[in-house]
């Protein structure tokens, strides 16, 4: 009767191969640097980049650091595009990652859950009637993910957004004097305007988003190691991305049967 | 006896006559005091130095000239009998000098000594020596310009404090107008007396001083005549003229006494330190009330590339001056003025080069309420969407993570 599983808890799956972990590796380093080397901006007055930024002359080796940064960040960007278009991979990546009404549905279906508001309510008598004929709000457990779940297809797209955002309004500081021949001041203020802001935007979603994540929420503390070995193993995958899991146990179980058919 | 002998009898009686009293009374010659004086241990009752410097005195401009010692120690031409009294009249120089007995009578130094304020009573003697005066052009005169300074230092160091604290005084020692008296030997540059005068020196608070505010732009033209003529056509120096007293000064950019070239890292007008100048009014609030110009101007600078790269030491961005100019600031309604709309191409085309007019289209270093075109202050609207927008954001992942952490943790706790 027992049948050995199709899928062993310890079987290793390779979530991220070295292609997409480079690029993980190379957009940490660009964003840090960038962030390092951008904040003082922002921040002109706080005391430790003041320590960290002592001098003119350091001044501006902090912005050829922050322009040579850049610059990677972009290759990067372009590797990545070039890497999803033409790889069979990126391209089952790049379609597991368009975000779909569902993740908005598991989002909400999350923190209903996490909030556990409607248990309470369902358990003590109220609206019953409305529970029993939409078992959805109820919240009952937590939501299936896929390959990529909402959270994750939010970090990429903020990150996809805020890139494009920061390449577009950098470039038009970087040279200023063609933003300046292309839009009057007040445009070009904006540019400044944005680019700081967006800055301050992704740093504090990925210090605050991401960090909590893969590093802080007890299903990976202290930290997923995906990033660095690309490895996931069937029971991770079971747990937490129990969908993916049922298609490649989907995709076994068929070739078992065309097998000993 | 002829009569060319009774001729020669007489003139010879009334020579005697004539000089008799004057011989009876003699010490009379330098050699006579020099006698005892030239004794370097000579010293009076209460111990006070009484030597004289023969070579010294010889060597003076009074002692080239022929002046002997009672021409100028005039209680000295009666006395017999030696020793002297030790105890004579000060010498009055101004019985030659009156011109300068005059001015001098109207000093501060004067004035202190009147009053009675003997620690800072000063004469003659004390800024130009007795016995070995030497002509100002002298290399070895107290007075001559390379050596001035340490002669009023001598006093205004230490001895004498300033209202404006220790060091005030000294920090001439670093400016620029006395290295180049020091290093090249520039005795055009301003020492001590071309700011202050010498004889007639008074307080600055005196309306009458050279370096009064009345007075100071006036001291500084002086020499830079040009600088004068630039700043009295700029804004300042209009209101300047007008009498009106908040109007900054060249002290009060420049500092005082260590005035640096804005080259020197030092200088309080040095390109990074240029704001910290000009926000001292520009930033005041009652002054900005009290005249109709803008705040806040520091801060939105400083919120600026220019500015926060000026903070942290870059000195190739631009400062007020870069934009504004210095000593012939005008308004920005002014056409003459460097940041007027049809100037600002060419103003900040000097570090932009091919800046087009787009330069013109928009506010620099503007707060949002002192912006009158609509759309100039769409940067700003930008800035509150986004502020606005990373709060929400920020708040709901907030809340979203601590529902997460909250039921995992209690759903382990159940477990366990």
Known sequence: MDSPPLIRDDEVFLRMNLAERIQHWVLIGTFFLLIITGLPLFFYDVRIFRWLIPSGRSFAVRGVIHRVAALLMIANVIAHVVYTATTHRGRENFKAMIPRWQDVKDAVGLFGYNLGLSRFLYRHGFGRKFFNHRPYWL????????????IEKFEYWALAWGTAVMIVSGFFMWNVELSLRLFPLWVHDIFIIVHGYEAILAFLAVIIWHMYNVHLSPEVFPMSKVWLNGKITGRDLRLLHPLEYERILEERRKTLSTEVL | MTRGEAKRVCTLSWAVLVLLPFALAAPQTDADCLA???DKELKSETGRAMSVDRAGFEMSIHGQAGISCVDCHLDLRKTKDYPHDSLLNPVSCGECHEAALREFATSIHQKASAEGQARIAVGCKDCHGSHEIRPKDDFDSLTFPLNLPATCEKCHLEAVPSKKGAGFIGGYNRSAHFKALEKSGLTMSANCSHCHGAHNITAVADPGSLVSRKNIIKTCGTCHVGIQKSYLEGVHGLD????????????????????????????SVYATKVAQVCSRCHD??????QYGFLTSRLKTYSESFHGTAARFGEIRVANCASCHGYHDIRASSDPKSTIHKNNLPATCGQCHPGASRHFAEGRVHSSPEQVETAKYRASHVVKNVYVIIISVIIVVMVIFIAADFLRRILREEKRG
């Open chain 1, 139 to 150: 919240f009952e457990n937590r939501p299936l993910y896929g390959r990529y779940n909402f």
């Open chain 2, 240 to 267: 300047y003229v007008k009498g009106i007293k908040d109007v900054p000064v060249c002290t009060d950019c420049h500092s005082e006494h260590d005035i640096l070239s804005p080259e020197d890292v030092n200088s």
């Open chain 2, 284 to 289: 005041d609030l009652a002054l900005s009330r």
């Open chain 2, 36 to 38: 005892c004086h030239e």
